[in-house]
């Protein structure tokens, strides 16, 4: 079952504005993972966040975490025409399921030059 | 750098027939994982594998679907019958570990699979 819940489902910006994306989960985690999917592949692994971390940094990425709201958000800054993808939050399972993890449905965003 | 890899990369096949996928993780992983991707949906895990033992097939459809990975290297996902349903990309993915919670999975590129 699908835990994670991105919003929103679909976004279209311009080159060089900033792209956000959120993420909403069910139950209590350890970490929470953002990954990529350029069309018809594989996914990339993009940023990982910690249960007691609050925001982190890669580059043109940052994410936020807020565990009291389940929450999560994934800003990308100055977007690119090469950002074009689907993004999908990650989040942790329980012990008895090796702790493999949960997306969502992700969110499809389009950036145009 | 190292890359998981999967084959084929795309097969079309009628229901009722038998299709199989193989994944070769990166080197040294001992976890991997086989993911089923409805088009527009999230990646569902299907199995995980901790080097040639199972550790969760609960989301297997077991009367159909069979996965091995016999010697704790590659693996394969095999479906037998195919039905309409069974119509998704098949990613694979592997951890160095078995906490994927802390670790990134590191995904091929999928098997999309068409059935008739």
């Known amino acids: 079952s699908q835990q994670g819940e991105e919003d929103p489902q679909a976004l279209s910006i311009q080159e060089g504005e900033n792209a956000t994306m959120n993420c909403s989960y069910k139950?209590?985690?350890?970490?929470l993972q953002w990954y990529r999917q350029n069309s018809g592949r594989g996914l990339v692994h993009l940023i990982l966040i910690r249960s007691n971390e609050r925001e982190k940094h890669s580059g043109r990425l940052r994410v936020t975490l807020d565990t009291s709201k389940k929450s999560s958000s994934l800003l990308i800054t100055a977007s690119r025409a090469a950002d074009t993808a689907s993004y999908f939050c990650?989040?942790?399972?329980?012990?008895?399921?090796?702790?493999?993890?949960?997306f969502g449905k992700g969110t499809s965003l389009l950036v145009t030059p | 750098e190292a890359e998981v890899a999967q084959s084929p990369r795309y097969k079309i096949t009628e229901k009722s027939q038998a299709v199989a996928f193989w994944c070769d993780p990166i080197s040294g992983h001992a976890t991997l994982y086989w993911y089923r991707q409805i088009l527009g949906q999230g990646p569902e895990l299907l199995v995980q594998f901790q080097d040639e033992s199972v550790v969760d097939d609960s989301q297997l459809p077991k009367d159909r679907f069979s996965a091995e990975r016999l010697k704790g290297v590659d693996s394969t996902l095999k479906i037998q019958p195919a039905e309409l349903g069974d119509s998704a990309m098949y990613l694979c993915a592997s951890t160095p570990t078995g906490q994927a919670t802390y670790n990134e999975q590191f995904f091929g590129p999928g098997t999309r699979l068409t059935v008739l």
């Open positions: 139950t209590s985690i350890n970490n």
């Open positions: 990650a989040t942790d399972g329980n012990s008895n399921s090796g702790y493999a993890l949960n």
